[in-house]
């Protein structure tokens, strides 16, 4: 067929659902994989990365420490395959990452322990981890630049909000089949053998999203400008530079709120509050599903009223919220219907931030450099405030005691990235994409 432009209505809109079923789907899989591993990670840790004479407390920072470590390959993949999207083309870059994630998420059901192999089992997995990295790095940048260069006007926010849902889906699917195990199987059985089941799950999944992805077509160009315009010439490499680091300001809230709420709470909720793993997955859960509801609305609120609203509500309310919440969780008298609303409105919060965040990010950059600039934004954001998230916060409550850490470590993001959000103006939603 003819450029998209060119075809009916019906067309049109065929082919925009189709490629946001086939950009977000991936992100499905990618983050599915994380949900699993954050919610797994005491169970990872008892195989992987506890040795003779360590404590249980060592090795969970050894796990959050490989985890850390793949997102800091993040930015190196958001470069490596943001520049191939950028050149190349948004459909083979994602056809490659999507493959090289459920790869290695399959690998690692299939990793043998420390038990059995030494001190080779936990290095093998941190190089997996890492090819997750590169992997995720690029995932984020190509999939946001193919669903809002699809978008119908007008629908930018809602589109790109389907990005940050189907990541939510991920870690709840990832959560839920975590929880799930650990309700069926005996604990013995999980730290065994049951903990491989919910990685080798990866591997339908990600045959799903390679299928929907090779019938992809590439998104239709902008039209010309009507006048020269100052976005014709090459971008400078300070002004991507200095785009990356207001990006980087704008979602740090959402990183660091993120993963201190829907990955970080199990092992949290376990190692310092002493609850059952039934009972942390099962709040992780609820935390994820609060994460859920909010997005998709928040993503076509901003279509209406703009985005820094609704970013700005959600980073505002996790900095007055962050602690009363936390307190919630931590009090002995609260009731269990009031820790599973404190858990919600946590993951609501971070919603309002994720919805409207990728069209932002998409908004910022033109074209030609999209993929790598909101690519590298995202990884960066993540890598500092998201990956380091288990391991600071673990470490911090092990040197001082202090339980209230995660919420202190969320709530000052947060802050920060209230400074940033206010640089955004009130038209950006309604102008087309560069």
Known sequence: MGPLELRSPAVRRSTSRRALLAGSVGNLVEWYEFGVYGCLATVIAANFFRYEGSSGAEALVATYASFALAFFFRPVGAVLFGRLGDRLGRRPTLIVVVGLMTLATVTIGLLPTRAAIGSAAPWLLTLLRALQGLSAGGEFGGAVA????YAPVGRRGLFGAWQSFTVALGLLTGAGTAAALASALPAGALHA?????PFLLALPLGAVALWLRTALEEP????????????????????LARAVVLGIGRIMGWSAAGYTFLVVLPSYLQATLGASLREALFATALANAGFAASILPAGALSDRIGRRPVMLGGAVGVVVLALPLLHVLRSPDASPWSRAGAVLLAGALVGLMAGPGPAM????????????????????ANAVFSGCAGLVITALIARTGDTS???????????L??????????RDHREPLR
């Open 361 to 380: 990010l998409a908004e910022m950059f033109p074209r030609r450099v999209r993929c790598t600039g909101l690519g590298l934004a995202y990884a960066l």
């Open 193 to 197: 053998w049951g903990w491989r089941i």
């Open 146 to 149: 193919l669903m809002t260069e």
């Open 417 to 426: 990235s209230c400074c940033a959000l206010l640089s955004l103006r009130g």
């Open 220 to 239: 239709p160009p902008p039209p010309p400008p009507p006048a020269p315009a100052a976005d014709v010439r090459p971008a400078r490499p300070r002004e």
């Open 405 to 415: 850490v995660p919420a202190y470590y969320a709530a000052g993001a947060c802050a």
